[in-house]
């Protein structure tokens, strides 16, 4: 069955020199002028496609975004600044719009730049209109280490939402992460989607963690162009929380050399704040997530994690429970049938840690995945 796809948007992938086979570019534009929201890294290194990004969402006018993938572009001086401009520019020229109703990202290797040459042969060869958007595709050209691409879509009344999402490691967002666009033609006033989709970031890409790293390159963007007429707030916010967080459980789960998903469940905080910041130590420890790797039912080093926690003074430990899925690990005392029954619940694909507080009523969820000797390798080798 063919995939639902909002009305209005057209695309184009190719291959631009930045990757040896598949395609590394990729620009989705709206038909119509749309409204948008964006978030962006908080990085001090943000790259020029970040700096360009950033002042062109201020105007929440965003049509569409442009990526390169392979390179960063980040740490490149005046040239890389130059050639970003340039990339945005000559893709607005060609669809016909401003430079301004653009968002460009770009990651990958960071230092070098952009193979230009190369790049404005491919960029000449364009012409407008570009075919009916295919969001797979787009998909799979923003990939850098993906081992797939990550594309979704549902229905909001009789709205279609796309998400698309790139990123498999350097994620610890500090606002959102990685690349990720959404594409609806619901019709959202502007200030309403900013809202929104702030807030839907929050509880899906800002619960997402892979190594602690935070990329020079984050970007999530989402644009509206209205076609298929007004659509419940609300309900568009939920159908938009179920894309996100399908496309941040996805890229948890194939997290570089990932064998599991980790999901970090923590109730009982003082609120969701202190929740979140249990959650995002435990899942960040490189010794739980080791543990969980090699099914290792060790909960003292959960215990260990949300104990690094020196300020939260209200923190308890003989009020905090544990568990792995819906076995207790502390404080009831473990014999070795139950070490045993968590050893193999630790052997799936998706772990849940459960931690209550017992302080109040605050609760959060992150998710990220176990450190393997793959992902060692995947980063050693990056560069070649």
Request: some cysteine; aromatic content about 6%.
């Amino acid at each position: 069955m063919q995939p639902v796809v909002p009305r209005g948007f057209r695309a184009i992938t190719t291959n631009m020199g930045l990757k040896d086979v598949g395609d590394d570019f990729a620009a989705v534009v709206s038909e119509v002028p749309c409204r948008s929201a964006a978030v962006f890294t908080k990085s001090r290194f943000a790259g020029p496609s970040v700096v360009l990004s950033r002042e062109a969402a201020a105007l929440q006018r965003g049509r569409g975004m442009v990526v390169l993938s392979r390179n960063a572009n980040v740490a490149t001086g005046r040239v890389g600044a130059e050639n970003a401009a340039e990339v945005r520019r000559r893709v607005a020229e060609i669809a016909g719009i401003d430079p301004e109703e653009l968002v460009i990202g770009s990651t990958g290797v960071i230092g070098r730049p952009y193979p230009m040459e190369d790049i404005r042969a491919g960029l000449s060869a364009m012409t407008w209109p570009f075919p009916e958007a295919d969001f797979a595709a787009a998909a799979k050209a923003i990939m850098t280490t993906d081992t797939r691409a990550k594309h979704v879509s549902v229905r909001c009344g009789d709205a279609v939402l796309v998400g698309i999402a790139k990123g498999v490691g350097m994620i610890e967002p500090n606002m959102a992460t990685l690349l990720t666009f959404f594409f609806t033609d619901a019709d959202i006033p502007a200030a309403e989607l900013d809202a929104l989709f702030r807030r839907v970031m929050d509880k899906t890409f800002n619960a997402l963690s892979i190594d602690t790293d935070t990329s020079t390159s984050d970007t999530a963007a989402v644009f509206a162009n209205g076609l298929a007429g007004a659509v419940d707030p609300a309900a568009f916010e939920q159908a938009l929380y179920e894309c996100a967080l399908h496309l941040v459980r996805d890229i948890a789960s194939d997290g570089e050399g990932a064998s599991k998903l980790i999901e970090v469940r923590v109730t009982g905080a003082r609120d969701a704040a202190q929740a979140k910041r249990v959650g995002k130590t435990v899942v960040n420890s490189p010794l739980v997530k080791t543990a969980v790797h090699g099914c290792d039912p060790n909960w003292g080093r959960i215990a260990m994690a949300i104990g690094k926690l020196e300020d939260d003074t209200d923190i308890e430990p003989a009020a905090v429970r544990i568990q792995f899925g819906d076995l207790t690990m502390y404080p009831d005392e473990v014999g070795d049938a139950l070490l045993e029954q968590a050893r193999r619940y630790l052997g799936g694909d998706e772990v849940v840690i459960r931690i209550d507080l017992g302080i109040a009523d605050g609760a959060f969820t992150v998710y990220g995945c176990d450190l393997t000797e793959g992902y060692v390798k995947i980063n050693a080798d990056y560069t070649t």
